[in-house]
């Protein structure tokens, strides 16, 4: 993870280099955005979230202590609660709402040898897809290589460790289908 994390900090410009470090040391401690004393919190990490990840649509929301990596695509108007985890290779379609303690865990250990500790077996990185129009509930752990179709939910507390259906709400752990929002005769896409 150290080698995959000092490859991103490399490519990146000095002036993305500035606002992701700006953004870890200050932004993402500001008050949340609904408090009346925020500060301009919002506006604040907007602009420097906007700046250092990869791609950030319109009207981005993040809330206190949410730490975002800089290989991250963010659809518009797109909210992230207070202390998520987005790692990279993470990429979030519009309208995606994302409740708090929500983390998106795009790697995963190797731990195929048994003479050599895990954390001395490198890492294999597997990008999440979150398509738009859904909604992560709270404590959500999202587990790499795994796609979220679009108008999906995911319910509170849910794993998921596979694909997630367009249309679908899923929960428990793993996370499996439990109804879908919408009948099979007026199914969209
Ligand atoms: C997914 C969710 C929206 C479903 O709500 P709902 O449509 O009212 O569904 P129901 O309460 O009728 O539940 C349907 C079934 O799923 C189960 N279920 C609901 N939420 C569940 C969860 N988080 N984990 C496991 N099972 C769950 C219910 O127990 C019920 O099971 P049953 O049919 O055996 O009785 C809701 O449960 C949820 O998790 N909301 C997220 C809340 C949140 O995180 N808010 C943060 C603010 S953004």
Known sequence: MKTHRKKTLKKMSITRKLMFLLYNIVGR???RT????SLGSQAIRR???RNYIDSCGENLVVETGALISPNVCIGNNCTIGENCLVRSQ???GNDVL?????SFISFQHNYERNDVPIHAQGEIFSPIMVGNDVWIG???VI????????????AAGAVVTKGVPAWSVVAGVPAKVIKYRKCENEYIS
Do not use: C, K, R, S
């Open 29 to 31: 401690f500001l008050p």
């Open 143 to 154: 587990l790499a290589g795994t796609t979220i179709g679009d108008h999906a939910i995911v």
């Open 98 to 102: 994302i409740a708090q303690n929500v």
């Open 90 to 92: 993470v990429t979030l």
């Open 34 to 37: 609904t408090m009346p004393y």
């Open 138 to 140: 709270i404590n959500v």
């Open 47 to 49: 602009f420097l979230i």
